[in-house]
């Protein structure tokens, strides 16, 4: 049974740093590209950012470039994501997710998910 757990949501001022862990289990990780989405409420999932399988490459949504790091410990079987410079409009449920390949997306190509942590930033 594949899970994605996330974890290292919280609340945290404007202008501040949270690091986001998702570890996965009982799938093959180095296969994976990961992706983290993040829906705010009353608003749609949106894409943040994706890494590829060996952690090469990376793509980042436009509103959280030069704030925002993923990575990857395929050992571990672990993805990051490290934000700073934290604004109120990145509150919101993090989610972490798995796709077959690399550079997906989008929501309808993700193959599993994890149930998200809240982060909060607060002004």
């Known amino acids: 049974q594949v899970q994605l757990v996330e974890s290292g949501g919280g609340l945290v001022q404007a202008g501040g740093s949270l690091r986001l862990t998702c570890t996965a289990s009982?799938?093959?990780?180095?296969?994976?590209?990961m992706v983290w989405f993040r829906q705010a409420p009353g608003k749609e999932r949106e894409f943040v950012a994706t890494?590829?399988?060996?952690?090469?490459?990376?793509i980042y949504a436009n509103s959280v470039k030069g704030r925002f790091t993923i990575s990857r410990d395929n050992a571990q079987y672990t993805v990051y994501l490290q934000m700073n410079g934290l604004k109120a409009e990145d509150t919101a449920v993090y989610y972490c997710a798995a796709s077959l390949g690399n550079f997906y997306t989008e929501r309808n190509a993700m193959n599993y998910w994890g149930k998200g942590t809240l982060v909060t930033v607060s002004s």
């Open positions: 009982g799938l093959t990780f180095s296969r994976y590209g």
């Open positions: 890494i590829s399988v060996s952690g090469g490459s990376t």
